[in-house]
């Protein structure tokens, strides 16, 4: 295996929860579960510990978690982006710069999210919730907010899914994300960005 085919498998596992927060990961025990080679490992996991997923110690890394204070920073932040996304994208749909198709497939997506979540198939819905979320910021045309982003996801995420449980307020949530994409296909950036702020801000609130 090359070095970018093994970073991004063992990131997907690491953000899949396969390996935990605080488990520890060698060379050799990676060589043996990705079937490749000590130096594209050694490349993989300098480059996840730039990401902020694992830490070095000793002679190997351990998965990296966030604790309460670091969580509760991490979703302040989060917060921050999706309120500049969603206003960028408000800004974007007005000026005619996004096509009703990709409006049309996130209102697909939440309407899934929503079935999804109603059924109990968490793992699913925290696929597609992502998913939405990141489609929001793929319309503000931003690929600095969406990288920080997608690094911070996937941070929140490896930190969250041990407490996975049915969330608190399913209909608020599927509320906030139909209102969401009414207030950016209206143009209207006070009331998309106020939406973001105020769903991510609940969000991490409700996992307290």
């Keep these: 295996m090359q070095a970018e085919t093994v970073y991004r498998r063992l990131r997907e596992l ?8 605080g488990e520890r990961l060698t060379e050799a025990t990676v060589g043996a579960a990705l ?35 670091e969580l509760a920073h991490a979703y302040a932040v989060r917060a921050a982006l999706e309120t500049l996304t969603a206003r960028l994208a408000a800004d974007r749909w007005t000026a ?16 899934l999210l929503e079935r999804v979540t109603a059924d109990g198939d968490l793992d699913r819905a925290i696929e597609l919730n992502r998913r939405f979320h990141r489609g929001v910021a793929e319309l503000a045309g931003n690929p600095v ?5 997608d690094r911070l996801w996937d941070r929140i995420v490896v930190s ?5 449980v049915p969330p608190a307020r399913p209909d608020a949530v599927a509320d906030e994300h139909r209102r969401l994409l009414r207030a950016i296909t209206d143009g209207d950036r006070a009331a998309a960005g106020r939406i973001a702020d105020d769903h991510v801000r609940a969000t991490g609130t409700a996992l307290e």
């Design 145 to 149: 907010a969406l990288e920080t982003l």
């Design 14 to 21: 690491i953000v899949a929860g396969e390996y935990a927060p």
């Design 35 to 69: 079937a490749a080679g000590r130096t594209p490992i050694r490349e993989a996991l300098r480059r996840l510990e730039s990401d902020g997923l694992v830490r070095g110690v000793g002679r190997g890394v351990v998965v990296r978690g966030y604790g309460t204070d």
């Design 96 to 111: 005619g710069l996004i096509a009703p198709a990709a409006l049309a497939g996130l209102e697909r997506d939440a309407e």
């Design 160 to 164: 969250t899914r041990a407490s996975l």
